[in-house]
């Protein structure tokens, strides 16, 4: 028997957009409903174990108020529960784990703990429920409306049937999409299609179509024992994975051509496919500009830390050899989706027993036997994470779709490119007259399912259409993450924390405004009156809305 529930607003996913929506919509005093297939609330900052992607202003602005308050949130959950240094303690800029991709590489779990207590005064209040360990199943629509979402509780099989005047997909997957008949398009269009110039072209050796989408990664929570290997034995050496000939021995089939086997310390350069980067693990073995995937997302870094209760350092796999294309899991079977995601599990612990036992050191000899899985960090039994890091899903068919032209620093006549990152001045991305918010990261589309390797050029900072958020049919649907108007080239932009966060928060307040006003989102973007006026309500609660203009960071 189904139990029902009513809410205001119903937000189908519990991952980053999701649960800013559901700070937003609260705060304006909406009921809503929030659900999450796993047990942690948070998705690429928790359940994924992603460190955030963040572009170089991310302390002086290019987010929202709610998104700076997260982050110092985490810097204040360090100062009070950890043993800090001094020196530590007094950084306003804390980095907890001191990791290269971010100015706040931090522990999976302090991003739950911060996220709920942000949640916690509008669950007091009775605006907010959560329901965990929930995932849609069903859809009840009428016209152009959708009624009510089912969702099934993965642990008792029971089935909860909730009714809201709005739906937010907020799913990692864009899993509402299908279920709700929300128009939608996946995998890489071409380029007569969207005029993109790095979408496939006829004769460029790539594939077009729904199931050509970018990798995905089972990440991993990895400690490191610096005693000797002596001294270590196999403490910390896993069984053999039932896959590891498999993955050892493959070379990847990519165009461009990748560099060698998958599982070895070289790859190429995302940027420049003609140069090749060589890895090492650690620190110590950093010399002569090779790139060490230890800093890269460290989490727990012991400089930070006083002495004596320094604990083992953790880092986050998610690097180049466990990125996994061999399969897409959008619109195929339960089967093959699982299939699937086992892969990338077995891909990720080949990895790590490669290194282990197998991986040349930089400085003479194979294997690493320090390095250990922590399951304590990911809060799994197995120190995976508890979700797949996905980085592209189904995406609506918008009222307005974002491509390449609008924020592709080439297409538009600009240079940002690394190490030096500077705002344009005269030539930028395209400034929307709808704009809810703005982002910044490189179009980074890691190696594909048809077989494309790493497409990774220079954007602009970009802001973040209304339009993109709405359905071209459906009334009472918003995407709220990176499910919006976008293409497969764009999205690798679009798809990072801080954008997510954005596009949650500013769909959040669309829906609560919509109640508001009784009017639908579209006549929000189509009405000048009525788009100012919920333009300023988002400048009001910290939506920044244009970039300015700097200089070289």
Known sequence: MSQEMRADILIVGGGVGGCAAAMAATSMGRSVVLSEPTDWLGGQLTSQAVPPDEHPWIEQFGCTAQYRRYREL???????????????????????????????????????????????????????????????????????????????????????TVRADYVLDATELGDLLPLAGVEYVNGAETRAETGELHAVSEGDGRVAGPSNVQSLTWCMALGFDPRRDEEIGDEYLIAKPAQYERWRDTTPRLTPAWCGPLLGWDACM?????????????????????????????????????????????TIANWPQNDYWDGNIIDVSK????????????????????????????????????????????????????????????????????????????????????????????????????????????????????????????????????????????QNVLAACKNIG?????????????????????????????????????????????????QERLAWRGVELRWPVVGTV
């Open 74 to 160: 985490v810097r204040a959950y360090y100062r009070e529960h950890y043993p800090l240094t001094a020196e530590a303690m007094a950084d306003k800029r804390l980095n907890p784990g001191r990791g290269h991709v971010s100015r706040l590489c931090h522990e999976p779990r302090v991003g739950v703990a911060v996220i709920e207590g942000m949640l916690a005064w509008a669950r007091s209040r009775g605006l907010l429920k959560v329901l965990l360990e929930h995932e849609p199943v069903s859809a009840s629509v009428a016209g152009d409306r959708v009624e009510a979402v089912t969702l099934r509780d993965l642990r008792t099989g029971r089935l909860v």
């Open 270 to 314: 995302p940027w420049d496919l003609n140069r090749l980067r060589r890895y090492v693990l650690r620190p110590e073995e950093a010399e002569g500009g090779k790139a060490c995937l230890w800093l890269y997302r460290r989490i727990l870094c012991a400089d930070v830390l006083r002495e004596p209760k320094k604990p083992h350092e953790v």
């Open 335 to 474: 089967a093959e989706a699982g299939r699937c995601l086992e892969e990338a599990r077995q891909l990720s612990l080949s990895l790590l027993y490669w290194i282990q036992t197998e991986a040349p050191r930089a400085k003479g000899g194979y294997g690493y036997r320090g390095l250990h899985l922590r399951p304590d960090v990911a809060g799994t039994a197995d120190g995976l994470a508890k979700a797949a890091y996905i980085r592209e899903s189904r995406r609506i068919k918008a009222m307005f779709t974002v491509t390449e032209a609008h924020v592709g620093a080439e297409m538009r006549g600009g240079v940002v490119d690394p190490p030096h990152v500077k705002m344009p001045e005269g030539a930028g991305a395209e400034s929307f007259f709808d704009t809810v918010g703005v982002g910044y990261y490189r179009i980074d589309l890691h190696p594909s399912t048809g077989g494309d390797n790493y497409i990774d050029i220079s954007s602009l900072p970009y802001e973040i259409p209304l339009g993109a958020l709405i359905p071209q049919r459906v």
């Open 486 to 534: 976008a293409t497969h080239v764009s999205n690798g932009c679009y798809r990072l924390h801080p954008t997510e966060w954005n596009i949650g928060e500013s769909a959040g307040h669309l829906a609560a405004y919509c109640l508001e006003r009784k009017i639908p989102p579209r006549a929000v973007r189509e009405r000048g009156e009525e788009l100012r006026a919920f």
